[in-house]
């Protein structure tokens, strides 16, 4: 490989390139400044990946891997191959703040943006997917199985923040609130959770239930140091 430039030099380093970075206004315009060179890459990829929603990971994911039926029924036409797996992991290891959100189901060009979740069975657990993840916000109205497989990103990592905002359909009810139980479930199984919210339709259906959940989730709330109760 031939050496850069030099007029090329000064743009690798590392202190210049986040300063220049810092400086431009929307994620699309880093992008841009960061596919320049592989090098320059290398030096933003990081941060670049640092917070990120559903539609970044579909966007890495293989075109050929995903199919969306009518209804919206996704299926896995394939597994991932091992090179596959790779790069994926390549991206996902550097996410700290992960926004997952079947919002985007009203954006045509991101219809299949929800439909990575059922990938992450293909990862043994010898390769957590996200080993940096401390953050995870989760809005679910359209599709109440979707929140479950968003099990296992609270399974494999120790979060610090997580937040959850429910708005189902009314048919929906009762499975969202199986749901949010078994949020709370893992929430019990990640030990340096310092901060947690959830939405206030979701705190009615806790309620609505038995009292003692939501008295519960509370002495949850206060049985981690420094922890925050927000609704």
């Known amino acids: 490989m031939s050496r850069p430039k030099p007029t090329h030099r000064i743009f690798l380093l590392t202190e210049l390139v986040h300063e220049i970075a ?35 990971l579909c966007c890495i994911l293989p075109e050929d891997l995903l199919s969306v039926r009518p209804k919206h029924r996704k299926i896995l036409l394939r597994q991932l191959s091992a090179d ?8 996902s290891s550097h996410i700290r703040d992960l926004r997952i959100t079947d919002a985007f189901l009203s954006i045509r060009r991101t219809l299949k943006a929800q439909y990575w ?13 996200f080993p940096k993840l401390r ?22 990592v ?4 997580l937040a959850v905002h429910c708005c189902p359909r009314p048919d929906h009810i009762s499975r969202a609130l199986s749901v949010i139980l078994a949020l709370l479930k893992n929430i019990k199984n990640t030990t340096n959770i310092r901060m947690f919210s959830f ?15 939501t008295r519960s989730l ?14």
């Open 22 to 56: 810092s400086n431009l206004h929307s994620n699309a315009d880093k992008f841009h400044f960061a596919i320049t060179s592989r090098a320059m890459w290398f030096l933003l990829c990081k941060s670049l990946w640092h917070t990120v929603n559903n539609e970044a």
């Open 84 to 91: 596959e797996q790779v790069r994926f992991r390549g991206y």
């Open 117 to 129: 979740l059922p990938v992450l069975r293909f990862f043994d657990s010898t390769h957590i997917v």
């Open 135 to 156: 953050s995870l916000y989760l809005v679910f109205s359209h599709s109440t199985a979707f929140p479950m497989e968003c099990m296992p990103l609270l399974e494999l």
């Open 158 to 161: 120790d979060l610090q923040e």
């Open 199 to 213: 939405s206030f339709l979701a705190l009615l259906l806790l309620k609505a239930a038995t009292p003692s959940l």
């Open 218 to 231: 509370i002495a949850l709330a206060d049985g981690y140091p420094g922890c925050e109760y927000c609704c």
